[in-house]
């Protein structure tokens, strides 16, 4: 049972602050004869957001009659969860076990597909000792930054039968320490670190190894685009114009990755110093990211939630949050529209 400190009130009332953090983001391109349909990112506004970029400035939202106020994500800003939940925004962009927490506080969230349904996160190892399967993982040092690292490591080792016996090694965010010794496999973003090692002149398949964590059994997508049901609801054609628009951005900007890497170097993101050779390369890995296994944008398949995302939810401890059908939590109806009409 949730514990009153759990419930929805208090998850609202924590998200004051922030909102008004958000709220002082709202960007100057508004068009305000459009209908709003506010988003609420879940990192800061780097290339990982290249089709919304790429939607923004070649006018598909406002072909389609939306006005897309966004507020960015990161370190200093709210969680994007609370945001929507405290009728901040329309959409939230976010996590599969941060969603069902959510939902356990009393929030009807609905998900409608996931910008990455493969995920971005993996494991950087080297030749000498390569990480390739959850065996791998018995035993060894993990280089990870936070503490839902090992979570997930102990997840991949209840699912695969196998001991939780490995070492977790505190690191940054630079793969820097794999190389000096300090462990046998970093966690990272298969769209950003293996970058840093490029960069030192290495070459993946040879100088290093990179496998994503659905490889190891962990099959949970990144940037779920959630909403409430009350809002899906009251607007539904505005989140089918909203995707379509979104989905072809990240159809043009796989014509030119470097486009929306401009994009968000000298205007979206301006104030992050990013470098636009890595938010280039960044973005040219993530494309084979966006499109589920049958080549479908944001697909997220009802089976994979009913059997990979429930078995993950269990062995993280959050089976009994876990509804009984679990269609309630999802709409995929309303991206089938959008992608039918593209």
């Known amino acids: 049972m949730l514990s009153p400190s759990l419930s929805r009130r208090h998850f609202i009332a924590n998200s004051c602050a922030g909102l008004a953090f958000a709220a002082s983001l709202r960007p100057a391109f508004a068009q305000n004869n459009n209908a709003a349909l506010r988003t609420a990112l879940n990192?800061?506004?780097?290339?990982?957001?290249?089709?919304?970029w790429v939607a923004l400035e070649r006018g598909y939202f406002a072909e389609e009659g939306i006005d897309p106020i966004y507020f960015p994500g990161g370190p200093n800003a709210p969680n994007s969860l609370v945001t929507l939940a405290a009728d901040g925004a329309d959409l939230g962009m976010g996590l599969w076990l941060p969603f069902l927490d959510a939902r356990a506080r009393g929030n009807d969230m609905v998900m409608l597909g996931a910008n990455f349904p493969n995920g971005q996160n993996g494991f950087i190892s080297l030749?000498?000792?390569?990480?390739?399967?959850?065996?791998d993982l018995v035993g060894a040092r993990i280089l990870g930054q936070t503490e839902s690292d090992k979570q997930i490591?102990?997840?991949?080792?209840?699912?695969?039968?196998?001991?939780?016996?490995?070492?977790?090694?505190?690191?940054?965010?630079?793969?820097e320490p794999l190389l000096a010794g300090d462990g046998d496999a970093y966690i990272c973003f298969v769209t950003n670190q293996p970058i840093t090692l490029e960069n030192l002149g290495l070459k993946q398949g040879t100088d290093f190894l990179v496998h994503r964590f659905d490889e190891f059994g962990y099959r949970a997508p990144n940037t779920i685009f959630i909403s409430t049901r009350e809002k899906l609801e009251a607007n539904r054609d505005r989140y089918v114009r909203y995707l379509r628009a979104l989905a072809r951005g990240w159809q043009e900007n796989e014509k030119d990755p470097e486009f929306a890497a401009s994009l968000v170097v000298n205007n979206y993101g301006a104030d992050l110093g990013l470098d636009l050779v890595q938010?280039?390369?960044?973005?040219?890995?993530?494309?084979a990211l966006?499109?589920?296994?049958t080549g479908r944008y944001f697909g997220l398949a009802p089976d994979d939630i009913a059997s990979g995302l429930y078995d993950l939810a269990r062995s993280s401890g959050k089976g009994d949050v876990l509804p009984d059908d679990p269609t309630v939590l999802y709409d995929f109806s309303i991206l089938d529209e959008a992608l039918a009409s593209l």
């Open 127 to 135: 030749p000498g000792k390569p990480i390739v399967t959850p065996a």
């Open 290 to 293: 966006v499109q589920d296994a």
């Open 153 to 175: 490591i102990e997840t991949m080792l209840i699912r695969a039968g196998l001991p939780l016996d490995y070492h977790f090694v505190p690191a940054g965010f630079s793969p």
């Open 279 to 287: 938010q280039t390369r960044q973005n040219e890995l993530q494309i």
């Open 43 to 52: 990192w800061l506004p780097n290339v990982q957001y290249a089709g919304f």
